[in-house]
């Protein structure tokens, strides 16, 4: 179980903890469960969609994401999972640190999700049948946005003197076995 931080504690923050899991099944599957536990109300959800789609610029509103490497070089490829609660998706490929960002298209993501008053679980499934994913290291973030419009920036370490889950040194090493 990983226990993200926010960059920064404010009001909104305060009495929120946010904790996600990563199980890889095989190279070509994973779920990462997402859960938040406390004053959830004062969070901006996106309505649920019956039909989920692949969209960019999630992370500008709540937002579930993660990245997964085979390294922490910066000049490495990696991939990066938006998904909001409301189901959209995208998954990204990069070539380096934020450079050559393109669509991939060989993955699929769904989510599903468990909402309590002060708790919310969101169950994320990703599937890449025709290559395996990077599942090496990985950063886990999560984006809040709150009703008053501030925006909480949640992940493993913020390592940065601004929000980037981009820098592969705030990742953990997820496994030292391949699956």
Known sequence: ???????????NTTGLCVNAELTQVSPHLCFIQYSLIGSLHFIQWT????????CDDLWQHTCLEAFFSLDQQANSPYTEMNISPAGHWNFYDFSAYRTDQRRTDHVSVAITSKNQTDQALFQVEIKSPL????????GISVILEFQ???KSYWALDHISPRPDFHNKMSWTLISTQRV
Request: proline residues 13%.
């Open 47 to 54: 309505p649920t969609t019956s039909e989920p789609r692949r």
């Open 148 to 150: 008053d419009g501030e």
């Open 131 to 138: 290559k395996p994913l990077l599942l090496q290291y990985c």
């Open 1 to 11: 179980m990983f226990k993200l931080k926010p960059f920064v504690e404010t009001k």
